[in-house]
């Protein structure tokens, strides 16, 4: 039986948790701090992990970090109502691989030799993902041509770091990808947008109140 540790400050969301993912088969182990949440990881099997991001002891993304550094393919799903979350991501790379100032389809494209020096100088193993987002938000609201996210996931592959899409505005990437790529104008959006997340490890999407 696959066992899930849950990791909220708040005790009755813990409880909240633990009753309904106990009802659907899973063995639940719950902590309230990330101190507690990395000793329960070193001495249980934990198949994968529902983390908040608020903690009182620590910041839910470093402690993300310090799992991924754990457990490099361990599956966690971020559940919380910090909506600034991604634009914390965004700054992991702690270097900008975009360039919006060129006349090209694909504004929106990541730098590949960028992406190669950035794992050089900081190391594969303190990167626990790499993520692009689909219009890129940080490049503009610029599309990502599918060659582009098709050489990040073979980059990242060498090296064994996840590739998480954001999937702000897929559809919309999807469309500019049939009307400006080559070899997709044959091809329907959904099948697009399926291809795309073919290289994805994971996704995360937020939706407005207005969807």
Not at 120 to 143: D, L, R, S
Not at 183 to 207: C, P, V
Request: with cysteine; charged share 25%; net charge negative.
């Amino acid at each position: 039986m696959s066992r899930i540790l849950v990791v909220e400050d708040e005790a009755n969301l813990r409880l909240l948790y633990r009753n309904e993912l106990e009802i659907e088969g899973y063995e639940v182990s719950d902590v309230g701090t990330g101190a507690d949440a990395l000793k329960i990881l070193e001495y249980e099997k934990i198949d994968a992990v529902v983390l908040d991001l608020r903690l009182p002891d620590v910041y839910g993304l470093q402690l993300l970090n310090d799992m991924l550094s754990q457990r490099r393919n361990l599956p966690i799903i971020i559940n919380t109502a910090y909506d600034q979350f991604r634009e914390d991501f965004h700054s992991w790379g702690a270097e900008a691989f975009y360039d919006t100032t060129l006349e090209a389809p694909f504004k929106g494209n990541m730098d590949i030799g960028k992406l190669e020096r950035c794992i050089a100088e900081f190391g594969a193993e303190k990167i626990p993902f790499c993520m692009i987002t689909v219009t890129n938000n940080t490049g503009g609201g610029q599309p990502v041509a599918m060659a582009n996210i098709r050489a990040v996931k073979t980059t990242l592959q060498e090296y064994g770091i996840p590739l998480v899409i954001d999937a702000c505005r897929f559809a919309e990437n999807a469309y500019f990808i049939h009307e400006r790529e080559n070899g997709y104008r044959g091809k329907t959006l959904l099948e697009i947008a399926q291809e795309m997340f073919s290289y994805a490890d994971a996704a995360i999407w937020k939706s407005s109140p207005s969807v």
